[in-house]
């Protein structure tokens, strides 16, 4: 948005860099304040309505529910655009959030979850399903920075075209890596989503997929003298060393990956809330 005049200043809409951590935030700050603000829960679930209209679209062989982003959306030609961020794969935790209010589904009647609530755990449980698909289905079994979908264009019945230097990660498969966007920089938001939705669900399948991460981070990442580093190429293998290790590959990756491991309630979702940094900050009231 542009600071002075207020106006959107771009035509995207997306939910990956530059998008992300407003929907993430429209959910959690209403959380945080023990639902007392009605018009974050409002407009969270108003964005996720549209999401799910707009944006949510399942790939052609593998069957793969994924986010794309909405090109142009200012202008009179707007069009779909089957790219996904790793970035993304906050919004499987984000949406069994919602639907359970942190609360793990064990503690909760099944009366008491709305139609609209069993609709983003099955849309968060999918989603989170394509997001180990961009880790397992490497040879790396380490996700791509972004990566595109096979996508069949409703209008016209054809297949979007991909150049000659797409690669996709199966050779039947649906996600597709372009030369940039093959690199990992030990990204938290899939292993958080995969915490989120064993706390709530208590699904043993999400504690083997962070396994199967973290194994895969230890064996490419980790370097003989300490520490661990980015990754150039994670669709060849051995992939290319970066030698730079993000910040938020501890303070985030890492502390997801033990909370995964840890006792179901050792921060009780329906309690606290991780910010976008993974600092868990206490629920409060305002009274």
Not at 210 to 232: C, D, Q, R
């Amino acid at each position: 948005m542009d600071a002075t005049s207020g106006k959107f200043s771009g035509g995207e809409i997306r939910l990956g860099s530059r998008g992300d951590s407003y929907y993430e935030y429209l959910l959690k700050q209403w959380l945080q304040t023990r639902q007392s603000e009605p018009e974050l829960l409002a407009e969270y679930e108003a964005a996720m309505e549209g999401v799910k209209k707009y944006l949510v679209a399942l790939s052609p062989n593998q069957k793969l529910t994924y986010v794309g982003e909405i090109q142009q959306a200012t202008s009179d030609t707007p069009y779909f655009n089957p790219k996904m961020d790793h970035l993304v794969c906050f919004l499987p935790g984000s949406l069994a959030l919602g639907a359970t209010k942190g609360r793990a589904l064990s503690d909760i009647p099944p009366a008491q979850l709305s139609a609209r609530n069993r609709e983003d755990l099955i849309l968060a449980r999918e989603l989170a399903e394509t997001c180990m698909h961009m880790y397992l289905d490497t040879k790396t079994g380490l996700s791509p920075e972004l990566v595109y979908f096979r996508h069949i264009d409703p209008a016209t019945g054809k297949e979007a075209e991909f150049g000659k230097g797409d690669q996709l990660v199966q050779p039947s498969g649906d996600i597709l890596a372009r030369g940039n966007d093959r690199h990992n920089l030990l990204r938290p938001e899939t292993v958080e989503s995969l915490f989120v939705l064993w706390s709530i669900t208590g699904e043993e399948k999400w504690r083997e997929y962070g396994w199967s991460i973290f194994s895969a981070i230890e064996k490419w990442a980790k370097l003989p003298a300490g520490g661990y580093t980015s990754l150039n190429d994670i669709t060849i293998v051995p992939p290319i060393r970066e030698d730079k290790m993000e910040t938020f590959f501890v303070s985030e990756t890492l502390k997801y990956l033990y909370l995964l491991f840890s006792d179901s309630d050792s921060v009780p979702l329906s309690q606290y809330v991780f910010n976008t940094e993974a600092h868990p900050l206490p629920q409060f009231s305002w009274e």
